[in-house]
């Protein structure tokens, strides 16, 4: 496997054994060897680095791919994102699909799946919003880690003058400028070594700033169990399906923060996000209509993830 040290593919390795793995210092060393189904979730996750810094984007995924070329691969599974449409909420299957070329994560990304399925016995599963132990993002870590990750200097400073003098200090102890993004950024680990959780915590929650509210409240998300993806890699490759959009059935983030939070959610400040993305293959995988995975059961297993997690925490 390559990524073994991502958030993806760290859980395949709790799945499954394998061979060799493989992360972005060692992939050189993949130069000759012979595998029979080699595992790709080596391309970087982060969409605002690759927007921002396009060429260096598509040079690093090209580097990836010139890796993989220099093995002996029977087959080759690439774990892809939902990111390639131009439209993730169109409503695409993956024989209707169009695909992104403005935005250089989505755009790169679907480069290298042209790339990966005209050089391999390939197949491709293409990823939504994701939930799993390691988490690091997205609406369910925001729920989970109510403090925001990143906040505006400006902003910062507002809320400093509201907090009060132990929130200031607890606040300026756990975050710290980070001048290359501009932000304040949060220092989980010491907030947490430090003990500093709750105070902090309580100092947003007065100030109705948590990192929830960078979320509307009418999103609609496609969340996906990675726990799921080692048994549907296994489908995709024993039923021969070339490219698998891997969905589950919409839900709002209200929704979400209602069942797991037993509380209403309403946020109609930010940006709207809706992911709508549908498969052919529903029926491959025992289910009926156009999507791998149920409403309740994505509610399920979201509800079992979230008491887990926040029993770690």
């Known amino acids: 496997m390559i990524g073994s040290t991502g958030f993806v593919g760290g859980l395949l390795r709790e799945a499954v054994k394998f061979d060799a793995s493989y992360n972005s210092k060692s992939i050189p060393q993949i130069a000759g060897e012979k595998f029979d189904l080699l595992i790709c979730a080596g391309a970087p996750a982060t969409m605002w680095a690759a927007n921002a810094k396009p060429e260096e984007d598509a040079a690093n995924l090209n580097s990836l791919f010139e890796h993989m070329q220099s093995a002996e691969v029977s087959k080759l599974v690439l774990i892809s994102t939902i990111a390639v449409f131009d439209d993730p909420s169109a409503g695409y299957t993956e024989t209707s699909a169009k695909f992104e070329t403005q935005k250089a994560y989505g755009r790169n990304r679907r480069r290298l799946e042209e790339q990966v399925a005209g050089a391999f016995d390939a197949h491709i599963l293409r990823l939504p919003a994701l939930f799993g132990h390691g988490l690091k993002k997205n609406f369910i870590f925001d729920l989970l880690n109510p403090v925001p990750s990143f906040v505006k200097d400006d902003k910062f400073k507002e809320l400093l003058d509201k907090f009060s003098a132990p929130q200031r200090e607890a606040a300026l102890t756990v975050f710290s400028f980070d001048s290359g993004l501009g932000m304040w950024k949060c220092d989980r680990e010491a907030m947490a070594a430090q003990g500093k959780e709750e105070?902090?915590?309580?100092?947003?929650?007065?100030?109705?700033?948590?990192?929830?509210?960078?979320?509307?409240?009418?999103?609609?998300?496609?969340?996906?169990?990675?726990?799921?993806?080692?048994?549907?890699?296994?489908?995709?490759?024993?039923?021969?399906?070339?490219?698998?959009?891997?969905?589950?059935?919409?839900?709002?983030?209200?929704?979400?923060?209602?069942?797991?939070?037993?509380?209403?959610?309403?946020?109609?400040?930010?940006?709207?996000?809706?992911?709508?993305?549908?498969?052919?293959?529903?029926?491959?995988?025992?289910?009926?209509?156009?999507?791998?995975?149920?409403?309740?059961?994505?509610?399920?297993?979201?509800?079992?993830?979230?008491?887990?997690?926040?029993?770690?925490?």
């Open 199 to 313: 105070l902090v915590e309580r100092a947003f929650q007065e100030q109705g700033f948590l990192a929830r509210n960078f979320t509307n409240s009418d999103s609609q998300f496609q969340y996906y169990n990675v726990n799921r993806l080692w048994a549907d890699i296994e489908t995709c490759v024993s039923k021969k399906i070339p490219v698998l959009n891997v969905c589950s059935a919409p839900l709002r983030a209200n929704e979400i923060h209602q069942h797991l939070c037993g509380s209403p959610f309403s946020n109609s400040g930010p940006a709207l996000n809706i992911e709508h993305v549908k498969t052919d293959h529903a029926g491959t995988f025992g289910q009926t209509g156009p999507y791998l995975i149920g409403r309740d059961e994505v509610l399920s297993e979201l509800k079992t993830f979230f008491k887990q997690e926040s029993g770690r925490a």
